[in-house]
């Protein structure tokens, strides 16, 4: 079959992050599952996320995951880091990263992506969620690992995050503080850290809106619906669309 066809480019949401962004199409963390179902047939959904890596691990990484294409591509980028910077630096040196470090990696990176292409109006920084002790000291118990994480040094994090935001005048979304306003948030945490459903839906119900206004300009659909299709002239309504 001769293939004379010009390839349809499709804009990006880049998801970058640890875990919680690893995961966000499985059943319980399924943020990013949401979003791809929301942007069907108008954007790909680019997951790169990397369990239990921190900021200094990321920021090496990014140049790797993102080249002047993809950034040309990219109509919305999301940074989500932190959970993992946030243990104690005795405990779980290997994670731990020192928060003026956590700082200023969020702001190579988002320079960095700026420097490929994409537009500082794009980028969302997305705070740690808040951490349930008693429940993540469980699950490292059961997996042979000694607990690090405190969730008012979280905390610290989180601001740190909507600081630099705030700073270099990117998006923001405030996971954290959504979560700590209510008496019961270990409700959002399977384990104490990673999203249940609750805690996925309750991200997309922060991110969407600035989601859907960065893809606004967007048409609504890609391709024409099956029934705009010329059925005597396929090729036409396929191609010429």
């Known amino acids: 079959m001769e293939n004379t066809a010009k390839i349809q480019k499709w804009p990006k949401v880049f998801l970058f992050g640890d875990s919680l962004t690893q995961q966000s199409f499985s059943a319980e963390g399924c943020w990013g599952a949401m979003l791809a179902d929301q942007l069907a047939r108008r954007c790909d959904i680019v997951t790169r996320g990397f369990s239990g890596y921190n900021v200094p691990f990321c920021k090496v990484m990014l140049p790797s995951l993102l080249d002047k294409q993809?950034?040309?591509?990219?109509?919305?980028?999301?940074?989500?880091?932190?959970?993992?910077?946030?243990?104690?630096?005795?405990?779980?040196?290997?994670?731990?990263?020192?928060?003026?470090?956590?700082r200023q990696g969020l702001k190579d990176m988002i320079e960095f992506a700026m420097s490929?292409?994409?537009?500082?109006?794009?980028?969302?920084?997305i705070t740690p969620p808040a951490m349930y002790e008693?429940?993540?000291?469980?699950?490292?118990?059961?997996?042979?690992?000694?607990?690090a994480l405190d969730n008012k040094v979280t905390g610290t994090y989180a601001k740190a995050c909507l600081e630099v935001a705030e700073e270099l005048g990117t998006k923001k979304v405030d996971i954290y503080s959504k979560m700590m306003k209510e008496a019961d948030y270990k409700?959002?945490?399977?384990?104490?850290?990673?999203?249940?459903?609750?805690?996925?839906?309750?991200?997309?119900?922060?991110?969407?809106?600035?989601?859907?206004?960065?893809?606004s300009h967007l048409p609504e659909l890609l391709f024409p619906r099956w029934d705009a299709i010329n059925t005597a002239d396929v090729r036409g309504s396929l191609l010429n669309f």
Not at 116 to 125: A, C, N, S, Y
Not at 134 to 147: E, L, T, Y
Not at 196 to 211: D, M, N
């Open 116 to 125: 490929q292409g994409v537009r500082r109006e794009t980028i969302i920084l």
């Open 187 to 215: 409700k959002y945490l399977r384990d104490g850290l990673h999203f249940t459903e609750k805690g996925s839906q309750l991200l997309f119900s922060l991110l969407w809106p600035i989601v859907e206004d960065l893809t």
């Open 70 to 102: 993809t950034a040309s591509e990219t109509v919305a980028l999301t940074i989500f880091l932190g959970a993992n910077d946030s243990n104690d630096k005795t405990l779980n040196p290997q994670q731990h990263c020192p928060l003026e470090e956590y």
């Open 134 to 147: 008693p429940d993540w000291a469980q699950d490292c118990k059961d997996n042979g690992k000694i607990s």
